[in-house]
């Protein structure tokens, strides 16, 4: 038990902070930060898995998270039965292109000797078959882009139960850095972060610009949500009378029954959101818990010690007859995966699908902050980086407010110099995040909770 | 006729801006290429270094501006990069001192570094914002326009039009001579040859008396230079965003990459390399061949090989192409 007892007081502490958000701000800010403060642990579970187990730096987590999101689109909106049939064929013809190229390309690499003829022969089959895939694909996109391009002008999905696309999301991460591992793994450590980097902007590049796929720049919107939706719940008997009871002395307090009945209305209203959040927060906690589990089994196993043995001495690793490359493949696969778990978690809390919002700094440096203040190697700790940062990253604004009116009391209300800093607020968030991490990398590399090589 | 219409069509779509992103691009690469060489991490903080020194470059035009100092057809901001890059690099050695030398003494892994500069990243960021806001700024002041493409027209007699900006003009111009200059003071001073030395072999060059200090200031030096020159050309040609020089770090670090990274001159081309790919595959040559096909043959599509949507996505991929055929660059890495 005393070896946990950091973690718990840590745990406490961040714990107590969301309940004084909930008593001082609202009970509704309080669990959405809780909600994504839990997305963002599920994200950092997934960095600490490459970077603290295996020391692999992966800074294409945002491409990862925007393909958890793609996933959550794909499954759970209904098909646009037009579009497909107006331009299905024509698609599917085309991944048929697609996946000529790739085997033929294949082929090549397995078939031919090492040479430049070789090199040529690849170039051509894909110069070639991007020029089919373009004509191919060309009046399909177009008439499928025209289908009633203010609503949907794109295929649709499948029209599954959205809680599906978590497992979906996972596939589509994992079979991105199936790709990403094959090509870039063999580089050195920050090749690889600006490669991964690279790579996940073209993702992001291909999501925003594919209009067929998920409408690009349009957004989709109004995702169906495995929870309740408020304006049911406002009608429903069971749920009036559980505010009402939950309330009861406030409630008794008001005489007229009329005016008792406004306030209970009113309070159905927030309540109805509060709940709603609640019920993410349940189904968020289930991932988090579990993922937890397997990782931390996974840590301790066999298979965890072999990890470290690799990040460790990779050379000694090799020489004890450890397959590194595979291994390396295997880890990078598994914590896109999370990430991608993560993203398309994001999607469903958020009902909508915002290429435009995936940007580097927000999904990729600041989970890598957490990360890092959270203690790599550790999963506890990365759950606990992704609280801490993310409460930091929405509470800068307050507080930086807080501060700036405490030093600047003295000056005018008006002082031009106290009003630049008001009205810049919202960037000290920054601030607070590189100087947070510069300390902890500095006085504290380890982390808040350090890695613990516990001997079984 | 056509054929000189042809010409001048790629000239004005296609060779004179890439000339100028690519030279634009060119320092950015240069600055990351030294700093990876010398100090030995990849620094991300890069684009956000541009800004802060373009920041200064920016109050003090208006500064300047408001005081009615101007340099008449050029732009006023030329005047005020001497100032700027002494704030840049007074910015630079601080945050050097206060963070980057502790790691240095200690002998960190390279990867360290490069998560410590993600902090400084964030700090730039920060302050720069703070201080001018993240909206988007013009502080492009003078002539506008060398040629513009209606009297051309009359000029000439041709169809087409050419329209060269000063500020293209003024970014080649001023990048060959930064360049020239860097590399006569790395190959031919005593100073240059010994930070060649410092990057090439680092025990190597302390045995030959090689104070690191000096070497790891110079640097920052340089970098300052390059940093704030490039910005502030960017922002002259363009506009001044901080979140738009954050997103240029990207093409840089391509930049640097492409050209082998720690080595100047590959990086010097490696930002024309980027800036031209861009621009080739994703305009549209449905013009140019009207003009070179003899009639009848003219296309009917945009004969566009890429979207413009995917400018980005064409640098990254050359990279990830380069980095898979020849992981040192096209030009040989490391030979600063």
Redesign the interface.
């Known amino acids: 038990m005393k070896q946990y007892a950091n973690v718990i007081t840590a745990y406490a502490i961040m714990i107590a902070l969301i309940i004084l958000v909930g008593i001082f701000q609202s009970w509704n800010i309080a669990f959405s930060i809780l909600n994504l403060c839990l997305i963002s642990a599920v994200m950092t579970m997934g960095a600490n898995i490459q970077w603290g187990y295996a020391g692999l730096?992966n800074f294409g987590i945002m491409g990862y998270t925007a393909l958890g999101g793609l996933a959550a689109v794909l499954i759970s909106v209904p098909p646009v039965r037009e579009a497909w049939q107006v331009g299905g064929l024509g698609m599917l013809f085309s991944l048929f292109i697609i996946v000529l190229i790739v085997f033929s390309v294949r082929y090549v690499i397995k078939n031919f000797q090492k040479s430049k003829r070789k090199?040529i022969y690849i170039a051509l089959i894909i110069v070639f078959g991007l020029i089919i895939l373009r004509i191919t694909s060309g009046p399909a996109i177009h008439s499928i882009e025209s289908v009633e391009p203010a609503k949907t002008g794109f295929l649709g999905g499948l029209g599954l139960p959205i809680i599906i696309s978590w497992i979906a999301g996972a596939f589509f991460a994992g079979g991105l850095a199936y790709i990403v591992g094959k090509?870039?793994l063999?580089?050195r450590?920050?090749?690889l972060?600006?490669?991964t980097?690279?790579?996940s902007?073209?993702v992001i590049?291909?999501i925003?610009?594919e209009d067929w796929l998920s409408r690009g720049v349009k957004n989709v919107i109004g995702l169906k949500r495995p929870v309740p939706y408020e304006l049911n719940l406002q009608s429903e008997q069971w749920f009036i009378n559980l505010v009402d009871k939950w309330n009861k002395s406030t409630l008794d307090l008001i005489s007229g029954i009329e005016e008792r009945q406004a306030a209970l209305s009113q309070m159905v209203i927030e309540g109805s959101s509060v709940f709603v959040k609640m019920c993410y927060s349940g189904l968020f906690v289930i991932v988090v818990v579990i993922l937890l589990i397997i990782t931390q089994k996974a840590l301790y196993s066999p298979w965890g010690r072999m990890m470290r043995a690799i990040r460790d001495n990779e050379e000694a690793a090799n020489a004890m007859g450890k397959n590194v490359v595979e291994q390396h493949l295997l880890i990078f696969i598994l914590g896109s995966a999370i990430v991608g778990i993560a993203g398309a978690m994001m999607v469903t809390h958020d009902g909508l699908f915002t290429p435009g919002s995936y940007r580097p700094?927000r999904y990729t440096?600041l989970i890598?902050?957490m990360v890092?203040v959270g203690g790599s190697g550790n999963n506890f700790g990365a759950v606990l980086g992704g609280f801490a940062v993310w409460f930091l990253w929405i509470e800068a604004a307050p507080m930086a407010l807080f501060v700036i009116n405490f030093f600047t009391s003295g000056l005018a209300e008006n002082n031009a110099f106290k009003l630049h800093?008001i009205?810049?607020v919202p960037?000290?968030?920054?601030?607070m995040?590189?100087?947070g991490?510069?300390l902890i990398?500095?006085y504290k590399?380890k982390g808040i909770l350090p890695e613990k090589i516990t001997k079984q | 006729m056509d054929f000189l219409n042809a010409i001048i069509l790629l000239l004005n779509y296609i060779v004179v801006p890439a000339l100028s992103y690519g030279s634009q691009l060119a320092l950015g690469a240069i600055f990351v290429t030294l700093i990876y060489g010398i100090l030995r991490f990849a620094n991300f903080a890069t684009g956000d270094m541009m800004s802060f020194g373009t920041m200064f470059a920016v109050l003090l035009t208006w500064y300047f501006q408001s005081l009615g100092i101007s340099l008449g057809v050029l732009p006023t901001a030329l005047l005020t990069i001497p100032f700027a890059i002494i704030m840049m690099i007074l910015y630079m050695l601080t945050i050097d001192k206060l963070v980057f030398s502790y790691y240095r003494i200690k002998k960190s892994p390279p990867v360290q570094l490069a998560m410590v500069s993600i902090g400084v990243m964030f700090v730039t960021q920060a302050i720069v914002r703070i201080v001018i806001g993240p909206f988007d700024r013009r502080f492009f002041d003078g002539e506008r326009f060398i040629i513009k493409a209606n009297e051309f027209k009359e000029m000439t007699g041709l169809n087409e039009g050419l329209s060269i900006k000063s500020t293209q003009v003024l970014t080649i111009i001023i990048t060959v001579i930064v360049v020239s200059i860097l590399f006569w003071f790395l190959n031919k001073t005593k100073t240059g040859k010994s930070m060649r030395a410092y990057s090439d072999n680092e025990d190597l060059a302390l045995l030959s008396g090689i104070d690191p200090k000096r070497i790891v200031m110079i640097t920052w030096m340089i970098a300052g230079i390059l940093a704030t020159i490039g910005g502030v050309l960017y922002g002259l040609d363009k506009s001044f965003k901080p979140f738009t020089y954050f997103n240029n770090m990207l093409p840089i670090f391509a930049a640097a990459i492409v050209g082998g990274i720690g080595n100047p001159f590959g990086a010097f081309l490696g930002g024309y390399v980027i800036a031209f790919s861009e621009i080739f595959l994703t305009y549209a040559y449905k013009k140019f061949f009207t003009y070179v096909l003899p009639e009848g043959m003219e296309p009917d599509s945009l004969i566009q090989l890429l979207s413009t949507d995917y400018k980005f996505a064409v640098s990254f991929s050359i990279l990830v192409i380069v980095l898979l055929f020849r992981p040192s660059g096209i030009f040989k890495g490391k030979v600063l």
């Open positions: 730096i090199n090509v870039a063999g580089l450590a920050d090749y972060a600006i490669a980097l690279l790579i902007e073209i590049a291909v925003k610009h700094m440096f890598w902050v890092i800093l009205e810049s960037y000290f968030r920054f601030l995040m590189g100087v991490l510069l990398m500095r590399p």
